[in-house]
């Protein structure tokens, strides 16, 4: 029972914590002591609630707890009296109505605040999940596998990061709002990311990343749902987490897409992203993540491997590649356009990327399996142990030599 | 992005006495040198670990054989320089800070307070694939 009640304790305090940083920190013009101010504040709940019982406003509680704990601090630094006095001249709450509409664009500050431009992605990243998805340090230094001191000093660095650029706690303007937008998706995408890559053991623990990032983007969406790229990355996060109970065999191992049991794919979230993704094309501003989750949709459509419509997947990774610029773009459109042509023109394409992609273990993988299509078996195999020996990634490793093992001696 | 920062006993410029051989002082100067570096790394929130190893003279080499029972070689070894003497690991925003810190490593002031000038071997921890 005691068990039950601290756990509704948690979700209350993991819902409830965000939303008092925002008025905390709007009222306060102070985010970096607002999240001190809201981090005791949630230590008291946590003690006294389940005493108590729960009050009738979490939120409210926390806002008011908080808020004493700003005031006094406040109080006890004699050089700002006058900021104290600046503070009780200011209205103590807004009313319930505007509080209401307020919410989504308070939540979205937070995510300014947090994906500030003087932030490394690993400090961004870090005071996202405390601020905004509300975990505790513990829970996001086991997440990255560092010691709590450590990650506690991360955070509190950004802190100081931030209330050092003297940033005040309001929303942008117009050009600059766009920018931190596309921030806050990218340090999202960066968590995702993180939480994608399973593998055995310890790291299992990192999949709740995927979890997290996919609840952060549905917050955005429901703070910025005009904008187009915020449905695309929910959308192209959704596809990509459908994906998960395939991508690895019981071992760990990687399973590639081609060879995925396609069965395991987790429906309800293949159906969700699809939904997120039409509302997000309609509004007719295409990006590079709307373009991602598109070509998720295009595998996730396909029964089986030889249903794929390579073709249009081969559209999207052209569009992807002009709007991105990006060279690791174009070793998937020579996948597709191996899968169109025939291994040859793959072949072709990854040549022109030589010089910019050198050394890179991606480069090799891919030329390996286009040169094995191809029926090259020794230069296969060389370009698999070449990727092998370049790549950062246990699970890909044993894949890759595998692939060169067979090809060598199978 | 995790390194692993390895030193081995050798690594030194030739000539360097074994730490038993420094003054108390000397001695001192070195491990606060090395404690005050997991300090800033911790600080820095970049600290992961910091481990020595317990010299070669317990180190064991360790074969299986098909009897059943390993065969197990006790140092001391004439090759100890080359046996790992402690690692570091840390977690950091790129290659080029990894190596930031492994040159203050390097630094640690041996006899006569100069820095040592230890070999550090920077490698990168693998991790989970980066890509979908």
């Not at chain 1, 004699?78 to 503070?87: C, K, Q, T, Y």
């Not at chain 2, 929130?45 to 190893?53: I, K």
Request: hydrophobic share 45%.
């Amino acid at each position: 029972m005691a068990s039950e009640r601290n756990h509704e304790i948690e979700g209350l305090l993991r819902e409830s914590a965000p939303r008092a940083l925002a008025a905390v920190a709007r009222r306060f013009g102070d985010f970096a002591d607002a999240e001190d101010a809201v981090q005791e504040a949630t230590i008291d709940a946590a003690r006294q609630w389940p005493v108590q019982g729960l009050p009738e406003n979490p939120t409210g509680w926390l806002v008011h707890v908080a808020s004493r704990r700003m005031t006094d601090r406040i109080r006890s630094e004699a050089a700002r009296r006058e900021r104290e006095a600046a503070v009780a001249a200011k209205e103590p709450a807004m009313p319930a109505a505007a509080a209401e509409a307020g919410a989504a664009d308070e939540t979205l500050l937070l995510m300014f605040m947090c994906c500030h431009p003087a932030l490394s992605p690993a400090s961004a990243i870090a005071l996202t999940l405390r601020a905004v998805a509300g975990l505790a340090t513990a829970e996001i230094a086991a997440a990255f596998l560092v010691p709590e001191r450590t990650m506690a000093q991360r955070i509190s660095r950004a802190k100081k990061t931030i209330k050092e650029s003297g940033e005040p706690f309001a929303m942008p303007a117009a050009p600059e709002r766009g920018e931190r937008l596309r921030s806050v998706l990218r340090v999202i995408y960066l968590t995702f990311n993180e939480g994608y890559a399973v593998s055995a053991g310890a790291e299992l623990a990192r999949a709740d990343l995927a979890a997290e990032a996919i609840r952060l983007g549905r917050i955005v969406q429901l703070a910025a749902s005009t904008e187009p790229e915020v449905g695309g990355l929910l959308a192209l996060m959704l596809l990509t987490e459908a994906r998960r109970p395939a991508r690895t065999d019981a071992g760990g191992e990687l399973v590639p897409l081609d060879e995925q049991d396609r069965s395991l794919w987790a429906r309800e979230l293949i159906d969700e992203g699809m939904t997120v993704l039409d509302a997000a094309l309609a509004r007719g501003a295409v990006g590079e993540y709307q373009l991602q989750a598109a070509i998720a949709a295009e595998h996730a459509k396909a029964s089986r491997p030889q249903e794929t419509n390579w073709g249009e997947i081969l559209g999207l990774y052209a569009l992807l590649e002009r709007v991105t610029g990006n060279r690791m773009v174009a070793l998937n459109r020579a996948i597709a356009a191996a899968m169109v042509d025939g291994p040859r023109a793959g072949l072709a394409l990854l040549d022109e990327l030589d010089e910019g992609l050198a050394g890179h273990h991606r480069l090799h993988s891919t030329r390996a399996h286009l040169l094995e299509d191809a029926g090259e078996r020794a230069a296969a195999a060389a370009e698999y142990e070449r990727a092998a020996e370049l790549t950062r990634s246990i699970p890909e490793r044993n894949y890759l030599t595998r692939r060169a093992a067979r090809l060598n001696r199978g | 992005m995790k390194f692993m920062l390895l030193q081995a006993y050798g690594g030194v410029p030739e000539g360097t006495p074994p730490m038993t051989r420094w003054t108390p002082d000397e001695v001192d100067a070195h491990i606060t040198y090395q404690k005050d570096l997991n300090a800033e790394l911790t600080e820095r929130g970049e600290f992961v670990d910091a481990r020595g190893l317990s010299g070669p003279e317990l180190a064991k080499f360790v074969v299986w054989d098909e009897s059943g029972s390993p065969v197990v070689t006790d140092g001391p070894f004439p090759e100890s320089k080359e046996l790992l003497a402690g690692y570091r690991i840390i977690d950091v925003e790129s290659v080029e800070r990894a190596i930031e810190v492994a040159a203050q490593g390097s630094a640690a002031p041996g006899p006569g307070g100069e820095p040592i000038k230890q070999v550090i071997e920077v490698r990168e921890v693998m991790g989970p694939p980066i890509t979908h």
